[in-house]
């Protein structure tokens, strides 16, 4: 990668120090990429001063290729081929010798003589075992004494960590530029299934209608065809939300309130949850009906358990409470509990339903629905982990479908209308049928408990 504008303005610092330090020329190279077999090149990155010709000599400093090399090699960078350059950085660096330094009585010594006069420093920048480049400073007038050496060397290593740092930091803007570029495709394949998607649920919607009409209100599949009708309904709502947020990016929701045509309750798309209330609608006190929930639930629910050959039993008091509740909210959570006792309930068992007022519940009186199931139940590991998103524990290992996002919704929904949810491993027996509790095995299968608060000008 190029040296950024930053690391450039750092190298310039640093060559400053040197230049402090009574060196006259001063440079700081970075390797290129290193082809195999090859010497690895060295480009200037700041230089001390800027038109000297000691920049074109030092130019032709090379590091020397492993074959060539018979000093340990040290890689250069992290995935880069090795170079063979040597921690005390004299066998392995060959440089030229700078203009100005040569004397009449010693021009056959050759540039190790230079080395040895110490009037040329070469520090190699390396982190963490990667040799990234050179620091070269030099000065005609006297030696480099052991402590001015010992500052080249911090020089070296506060440039060489530089690089690293700008390196990454350079990775991190492509990584964050690719993904940038990926959310945008996934954005744009989102918008095209968004459309697709209408057309065949307008048509569903439709379909359900006119079976709905053409069905004499005796036959009992009438019931199914407004079921089609609601679930279009449903899922137009869904998608309506889902569409929005892709569109604005944003994660506040209105949703209608069941209870009035012109209340609202604020819905919004949160990190933990895909439905959530905001704060503002948990303020305002929102009352609905449990059976009014259910009913529609159950019709679907019923169609679904006789095709799968399955019993689903009901028990509703006719006479409860309203709630403290979101009615849409409330739904959400019903239908998440229902769809998986319908899912883990194999064929030929039981689900049941059961809704009870209780007045005497602590800390204050409430509703409570219980949706249990008679499945193969929730191993006790899992049990502690349910309510987490994407955790399936042990289910996900059957070929039963499933995002491990259902209950997890349902009980953040069910924390912010006040109420509590509560899971039982095997079956509770409380909540069986009366007088059939003994029909039921209690050595698996699961329950669910929802507890609403109970709109107090009615308890």
């Known amino acids: 990668m190029p040296a950024s504008s930053e690391f450039v303005k750092i190298c310039r610092s640093q060559v400053a120090i040197a230049v402090s330090l009574g060196a006259t020329f001063s440079a700081v190279y970075l390797t290129q990429e290193l082809v195999s077999g090859s ?34 090699p040290v890689p250069r960078r992290l995935a880069a081929p090795a170079l063979a350059v040597e921690a005390s950085t004299v066998g392995a660096i060959a440089p030229e010798p700078l203009p100005g330094f040569e004397n009449s009585s010693n021009q056959c010594q050759g540039p190790q003589n230079l080395w040895q006069q110490r009037r040329q420093i070469v520090t190699p920048l390396i982190h963490e075992g990667a040799v990234m480049g050179l620091l070269v400073s030099g000065r005609q007038d006297r030696a480099w004494n052991d402590r001015e050496e010992a500052q080249m060397q911090q ?16 990775w991190m803007q492509q990584e964050l530029g690719s993904s940038r570029q990926i959310q945008a495709q996934v954005y744009d394949t989102m918008h095209n299934l968004l459309h ?59 949703l209608p ?15 933990h949850s895909p439905l959530s209330l905001s704060p503002a609608a948990n303020n305002v006190e929102e009352s609905c ?21 399955l019993s689903l039993l009901a028990d509703i008091p006719p006479d409860l409470p309203p709630v403290w509740a979101n009615d849409r909210a409330l739904r959400e959570v019903l239908s998440n509990l229902i769809d998986n006792a319908l899912k883990y309930t194999p064929a030929g068992r039981q689900i049941y339903i059961k809704v009870n007022y209780e007045a005497a519940h602590r800390p204050l009186p ?4 219980a949706v249990s199931d008679t499945g193969s ?12 998103r994407h955790y399936r524990g042990e289910k996900a290992q059957t070929e039963i479908p499933g ?52 709109n107090n000008s009615f308890s």
């Open 196 to 254: 697709q998607f209408k057309s065949p649920l307008t048509a569903l919607r439709t379909f359900g209608k006119l079976l709905a009409r053409r069905l004499v209100p005796e036959d009992k599949n009438r019931n199914v065809a407004f079921s089609i009708v609601r679930e279009s309904d449903r899922l137009s709502e869904l998608l309506g939300q889902f569409d929005r947020t892709v569109d604005t990016g944003e994660a506040n929701l209105t």
């Open 366 to 369: 409430a509703v409570a629905v």
């Open 289 to 309: 009906c449990v059976g009014f929930v259910l009913k529609p639930l159950l019709i679907s629910a019923e169609a679904i358990a006789s095709e799968s050959n």
């Open 377 to 388: 139940g929730i191993p006790p590991q899992d049990l502690e982990h349910l309510f987490e």
């Open 155 to 170: 020089i070296a290593r506060t440039l060489a960590l530089a690089c690293i740092l700008d390196q990454r930091s350079q």
């Open 39 to 72: 010497e690895a090149k060295l480009v200037p990155i700041a230089v001390y001063p800027e038109t000297s010709v000691e920049e074109e000599e030092n130019q032709k400093l090379r590091l020397e290729p492993t074959a060539s090399s018979t000093v340990t």
């Open 403 to 454: 995002t491990g996002l259902g209950l997890a919704i349902a009980r953040d929904l069910v924390r912010q209308m006040q109420g509590e949810i509560e899971v039982f491993s095997p079956i509770n027996p409380e909540w069986l049928p009366s007088g059939e509790a003994d029909l039921y095995p209690t050595d698996r299968g699961t329950t669910f408990v929802v507890w609403l608060r109970v």
């Open 257 to 271: 309130s069941g209870t009035s045509e012109t209340a609202t309750s604020h819905v919004q798309l949160t990190r």
